[in-house]
C-alpha cells in the first residue's frame, strides 16, 4: 500500500512530464494498433496489388516499431533522469535495492497498463476512421473491416508490453549497479570537457555533409539512383549528428570570442549554459533535425507520387487504350476489337495507328547517344531510352509541319531537353527541341520513359513496332475496366502489349494510395516522437537551469533581462533543427525527382508547390511546439 501512495505521490507531483508521456505513448500504442488491424484485412489482400499494399504495410508497421522502440527507450532514460533524486532519497531513508526494484516494476505497470488501455482504445476508435480513408485513396468500394480486430489487440499489447519488460529490466539493473549517493547527484553531473576530438568530428560531419550532398546533386536517373540516395541519407544521418554534437561546440567557442557578443547579459548566459551540456543536446538537436527531415521526405515522396497520377498514367498511354505489336494488327484482330467494344456497348473514336522503332536503350555521353539495344541489354550505366518516329508519322500524328532533311531532326524529351548537334546511331542530326508531344508514351513500362526523336526516314537495320491508339466512351469505372480486361483477353496480348489508362490508375491508385497512407501513419509517429523529444528536452534544460537562473537574479539580474535570456537560449537551439530539415530537403529534391523521373513524373513545378506546402505546414507546427515548450520552460526557470 506504501508503494501505491508513493507512486501516485510521484505522478501527482511529475504531472508535467507524466502526462505529455503518456498522451504520446498512447497515440504511438494506436497507431502500432491501427497497422496490425489494416494489415490484417482479408479484403486488402484481395485486391490485384494486394501483395504490393501488403507489402507496404509491413515495412511501415516494421519501420513504427523501430520508431516505438527508440521513442520508449528515449523517454524512459529522461523518467530515469528525473526521478534519480528521488530514488536516491528514498535509498537515503532506509529503502532496501529490493524496495526499490518493486517501486519501480510497479510503475513500469501502472504505465503500461494506462498507455494500453487509452492507446487500444484511441485505436478502436481511430482505426475505422483510417480505414475509411485508406478506401478513400484506393478508390476501391468493396473493402470492409470489423470495428474490433482481437488478433490486432493481442499483436499490440504483446509488443507493448515487451518493450517495457525491456525498460523495466534496464532500470533494473540501473539500481543494483548504482549506489545512492550517485542517484542523488546524477542531475548536477558535470559533463565531459570538450577537446581536439570534438574539431575532428566537427570537420568530419561537414565533410560528410558534403559528400551527401554532392551525390544527391549529380545522381542521375539509372537503376542505381535509389542505392546513391540511401547512401546520400547514411552519410546524412551520421554527419548530421556529429555536426550539431562537435560542430555545435565549436561554433559556442567562436562566439564566445566575440567579446561584443558574448558579454552581453542574455547572451552570456545561454552560450555558457549551452557549451556545458552540448554534447546532449547536440544529440537531442540533431534527432529532431533528422525526425522533421523524414517528415519531409516521406510526405513530400508520397503526396507527389499520388498527385501525378494522371501524369504518370499519360505517359504509358496517352489515349484511353494503346496497343503495340510487331506488325500492324490484322483484320482478325481489328475485329475482335469491334466485336468486343460492341458487347460492352462502348463507342471508339480516334483510332490511330502507326510505326515508329522500339525503344533503344542506352545513355547520353555529352550530345551523343550510346544504345545499348533492348531493355534485356540494359545495365548500371543506363539511364535513357529513345524511340524514333519519321517525319511523315509526326505530322499525322499532331498536324505540324516537319520539313527536315536527313541531317535534321525534332526531339521531344521529358527528362531533360535537349538540342544542338546529337549524334544517334552513328548518324549527325541538328536537333531541335519540341515540348509536347501528345503521342509520346512508355511502351515497354520501364522506368525509362523514352524521348521521341522525329527523323525525315527511320534508320535501316533498327526494329520497329506497329502503335494502335483509340479513345472509347463508356460510363463507369467497373465497366471501363471490364472493357480493358475483356479486349487484352481477346486479344490474346500480355500486359506491357495492351495498356488501359482506367486499369493503370486503378493499379497505380492501389499502389500510390497505400504509400500515401503508410507515410501519413509514419510521419505521424515521427511528429509525435519530435514534440516529445522537443518538449522533455526543454523541460531538462529548465530543470537544469533553474538553480542558476535564481543565482542570477540573487546577484542582480532583473526579471525583464532574464525573460530575454530564456528567448535567446531557446530560440539558438530551437531554430537549428528546422533549419537544417529543410536544408536536407533542398538537397534531397533532385535526387528525389531522378527517381521521380523513373516513375515517369515530370512535373517539376508540382513537386515545388508540393514541397513548399508541406515545409510551410511543418514550419507552423513547429513554431507551435517552440511557443508552448518555451512557456513551460520559463514556468519551469521561474518556478511557477
Given at each position: 500500500?506504501?508503494?501505491?501512495?508513493?507512486?501516485?505521490?510521484?505522478?501527482?507531483?511529475?504531472?508535467?512530464?507524466?502526462?505529455?508521456?503518456?498522451?504520446?505513448?498512447?497515440?504511438?500504442?494506436a497507431i502500432n494498433y491501427i497497422f496490425a488491424a489494416i494489415s490484417?484485412?482479408?479484403?486488402?489482400?484481395?485486391?490485384?496489388?494486394?501483395?504490393?499494399?501488403?507489402?507496404?504495410?509491413?515495412?511501415?508497421?516494421?519501420?513504427?516499431?523501430?520508431?516505438?522502440?527508440?521513442?520508449?527507450?528515449?523517454?524512459?532514460r529522461f523518467l530515469w533522469q528525473q526521478r534519480s533524486q528521488e530514488i536516491g532519497l528514498y535509498s537515503m531513508l532506509g529503502m532496501t535495492s529490493k524496495n526499490l526494484s518493486l517501486l519501480t516494476v510497479l510503475e513500469?505497470?501502472?504505465?503500461?497498463?494506462?498507455?494500453?488501455?487509452?492507446?487500444l482504445v484511441t485505436g478502436v476508435i481511430f482505426e475505422k476512421l483510417a480505414f475509411l480513408g485508406l478506401n478513400r485513396l484506393l478508390e476501391i468500394g468493396k473493402l470492409h473491416q470489423p470495428w474490433v480486430v482481437p488478433g490486432a489487440l493481442v499483436k499490440t499489447a504483446g509488443l507493448i508490453a515487451c518493450f517495457f519488460v525491456i525498460l523495466m529490466v534496464i532500470d533494473l539493473i540501473k539500481i543494483h549497479l548504482m549506489k545512492p549517493t550517485s542517484l542523488w547527484h546524477t542531475s548536477t553531473m558535470v559533463p565531459k570537457h570538450h577537446g581536439a576530438m570534438f574539431s575532428l568530428a566537427g570537420g568530419l560531419g561537414i565533410a560528410m555533409l558534403a559528400g551527401a550532398y554532392y551525390i544527391t546533386l549529380t545522381t542521375k536517373p539509372k537503376i542505381t539512383a535509389l542505392n546513391y540516395f540511401m547512401l546520400a541519407v547514411i552519410l546524412v544521418i551520421i554527419g548530421t549528428y556529429l555536426l550539431f554534437i562537435a560542430g555545435s561546440v565549436l561554433f559556442l567557442n567562436w562566439l564566445r570570442h566575440r567579446s561584443g557578443f558574448y558579454y552581453q547579459p542574455r547572451h552570456f548566459i545561454a552560450i555558457s549554459g549551452?557549451?556545458?551540456?552540448?554534447?546532449q543536446n547536440g544529440a537531442a538537436l540533431a534527432t529532431i533535425c533528422l525526425l522533421c527531415t523524414a517528415v519531409l521526405v516521406i510526405l513530400f515522396t508520397a503526396l507527389t507520387l499520388y498527385t501525378g497520377i494522371r501524369n504518370t498514367v499519360r505517359s504509358y498511354t496517352p489515349t484511353d487504350m494503346t496497343i503495340v505489336t510487331n506488325q500492324p494488327?490484322?483484320?482478325?484482330?481489328?475485329?475482335?476489337?469491334?466485336?468486343?467494344?460492341?458487347?460492352?456497348?462502348?463507342?471508339?473514336?480516334?483510332?490511330?495507328a502507326y510505326q515508329a522503332t522500339t525503344a533503344q536503350f542506352g545513355y547520353w555521353e555529352g550530345q551523343r547517344f550510346v544504345n545499348q539495344g533492348s531493355l534485356s541489354k540494359m545495365n548500371t550505366d543506363t539511364s535513357s531510352a529513345l524511340i524514333l518516329v519519321?517525319?511523315?508519322?509526326?505530322?499525322?500524328?499532331?498536324?505540324?509541319?516537319?520539313?527536315?532533311?536527313?541531317?535534321q531532326a525534332l526531339l521531344y524529351s521529358p527528362a531533360k531537353p535537349r538540342s544542338g548537334k546529337l549524334t544517334v546511331n552513328g548518324q549527325a542530326y541538328q536537333t531541335k527541341a519540341i515540348h509536347r508531344f501528345n503521342f509520346a508514351f512508355n511502351p515497354d513500362h520501364s522506368i525509362y520513359t523514352p524521348a521521341f526523336m522525329v527523323v525525315k526516314q527511320l534508320p535501316q537495320g533498327l526494329p520497329t513496332m506497329s502503335v494502335t491508339t483509340f479513345n472509347y466512351q463508356l460510363a463507369g469505372n467497373k465497366k471501363r475496366l471490364a472493357f480493358e480486361a475483356a479486349l487484352q483477353q481477346n486479344l490474346g496480348l500480355p500486359n506491357p502489349q495492351v495498356t488501359g489508362q482506367t486499369t493503370i490508375t486503378a493499379l497505380l491508385k492501389q499502389m500510390y494510395g497505400g504509400l500515401v497512407f503508410v507515410g501519413i501513419l509514419i510521419s505521424l509517429a515521427l511528429g509525435i516522437t519530435t514534440t516529445i523529444v522537443i518538449y522533455f528536452k526543454q523541460i531538462s534544460e529548465g530543470y537544469a537551469d533553474q538553480q542558476r537562473f535564481t543565482t542570477m537574479q540573487q546577484v542582480g539580474l532583473s526579471e525583464r533581462e532574464t525573460t530575454k535570456s530564456i528567448h535567446s537560449q531557446v530560440l539558438m537551439v530551437f531554430m537549428l533543427p528546422i533549419v537544417g530539415a529543410i536544408v536536407?530537403?533542398?538537397?534531397?529534391?533532385?535526387?528525389?525527382?531522378?527517381?521521380?523521373?523513373?516513375?515517369s513524373f515530370y512535373n517539376q513545378k508540382a513537386m515545388v508547390i508540393i514541397a513548399g506546402t508541406i515545409t510551410l505546414a511543418l514550419l507552423?507546427?513547429?513554431l507551435v511546439i517552440y511557443g508552448l515548450t518555451t512557456r513551460i520552460y520559463h514556468q519551469i526557470v521561474e518556478k511557477r
Open positions: 500500500m506504501l508503494f501505491i501512495q508513493l507512486l501516485n505521490s510521484s505522478f501527482k507531483r511529475n504531472l508535467r512530464v507524466y502526462g505529455p508521456y503518456l498522451l504520446a505513448t498512447s497515440m504511438i500504442v490484417a484485412n482479408q479484403s486488402l489482400k484481395s485486391l490485384g496489388t494486394g501483395a504490393v499494399t501488403g507489402s507496404l504495410l509491413k515495412l511501415g508497421s516494421t519501420f513504427i516499431i523501430l520508431v516505438t522502440a527508440a521513442f520508449l527507450l528515449y523517454v524512459n513500469k505497470c501502472y504505465l503500461l497498463v494506462i498507455s494500453l488501455v487509452a492507446g549551452m557549451r556545458q551540456r552540448m554534447e494488327l490484322s483484320s482478325a484482330q481489328r475485329q475482335v476489337i469491334k466485336h468486343t467494344v460492341a458487347d460492352h456497348h462502348a463507342k471508339l473514336s480516334q483510332l490511330t519519321n517525319a511523315n508519322t509526326y505530322q499525322r500524328l499532331t498536324g505540324s509541319h516537319a520539313n527536315l532533311t536527313a541531317k536536407n530537403l533542398l538537397f534531397a529534391l533532385p535526387a528525389i525527382r531522378q527517381i521521380m523521373i523513373q516513375l507552423a507546427l513547429y
